[in-house]
C-alpha cells in the first residue's frame, strides 16, 4: 500500500525560529491531517483539512491542502521548546487513511 | 468523556501465544482503524472497519485477526504467525469511513514478545 512521502525526516531548530514541512503523493486524497505525536503517546490531531485549496490555521501553526489535493505542508510560527515531538500527515481517501514516515522536531532553547 | 481507550498500556507476551490488544470507543464512531508503528517509520495499516461485523485487511494483515462485534469496540488479535510482533500498536476510529472524517488515536499499546 502507498505511503506518503513526508519531508524533511527531521529538523533541529532555534527557539523561535519558523518551521515547514510537506507531504507529498502520487494519489489524489479528500481529507489532510496532521498530527504530532509524544514519545510513547499515541498521535494528536493537530489540524483537519477538508478541501483542495484550504488553508486552516490553529494558533502557531497553519495548514494547507494542496490544490491538486495530492500534497499538504505545515508552518509552525515562532517555534517553542513544547513543539518538540515527531509530526505526522495522513491523507484519507474512501476507506483507509495513508501516513507519512514523520518529521521529528528538535527545538533548541 | 469522549474518547479512544486502548489497553493494556504495556504487554509482554512470550513467543508462540496469541495475544489479544483492546480498543474502545465512546464517540459513536463507525470506522475504526489498526496500525502499527516501527521505530523511525509512520504508521502501517494493519486492518480497518467501516461498520459492525464487517472489517477489511490492511498493508500488512498477515498474522493478525480482527473482529467488530460492537461498534464500540475493534479488538486486535496478534497470533503466533505474525514473525515480528513487537511494536507500538495504535487504534483509531473515525465518524464517517469514506474520507471526509477526522481520525482520531488512543494513546497505544506497545506489545513486547519475549
Known amino acids: 500500500g502507498q505511503q506518503l512521502n513526508q519531508n524533511p525526516q527531521s529538523m533541529f531548530i532555534q527557539e523561535g525560529e519558523d518551521v515547514s514541512m510537506n507531504c507529498t503523493s502520487s494519489?489524489?486524497?479528500?481529507?489532510w491531517l496532521w498530527y504530532k505525536q509524544d514519545p510513547g503517546e499515541g498521535p494528536v490531531l493537530l489540524i483537519a483539512l477538508y478541501k483542495a485549496g484550504e488553508l486552516t490555521s490553529n494558533g502557531r501553526l497553519t495548514a494547507q491542502f494542496g490544490i491538486t489535493r495530492k500534497d499538504s505542508f505545515l508552518n509552525i510560527s515562532a517555534s517553542i521548546p513544547s513543539d518538540v515531538g515527531i509530526y505526522f500527515c495522513a491523507g484519507q481517501r474512501n476507506n483507509d487513511m495513508r501516513f507519512g514516515a514523520g518529521t521529528r522536531l528538535t527545538v533548541k532553547p | 468523556d469522549g474518547g479512544i481507550t486502548q489497553s493494556p498500556k504495556y504487554l509482554f507476551r512470550k513467543e508462540g501465544q496469541n495475544v489479544t490488544l483492546s480498543c474502545e470507543q465512546n464517540?459513536?464512531?463507525?470506522?475504526m482503524y489498526w496500525y502499527r508503528q516501527d521505530p523511525g517509520q509512520g504508521l502501517r495499516l494493519i486492518y480497518y472497519?467501516?461498520?459492525?461485523?464487517?472489517?477489511q485487511k490492511g498493508d500488512i494483515a498477515e498474522g493478525y485477526s480482527v473482529s467488530r462485534e460492537k461498534k464500540e469496540s475493534f479488538p486486535l488479535t496478534v497470533t503466533s504467525a505474525q514473525k515480528n510482533p513487537t511494536a507500538f500498536y495504535l487504534c483509531?476510529?473515525?465518524?464517517?469511513?469514506?474520507?471526509?472524517?477526522?481520525?482520531?488515536f488512543g494513546q497505544g499499546t506497545r506489545l513486547t514478545v519475549v
Open positions: 464517540l459513536n464512531h463507525d470506522a
Open positions: 472497519s467501516q461498520i459492525v461485523n464487517d472489517f
Open positions: 483509531a476510529s473515525s465518524i464517517t469511513p469514506t474520507g471526509q472524517g477526522t481520525a482520531f
Open positions: 494519489s489524489i486524497f479528500n481529507t
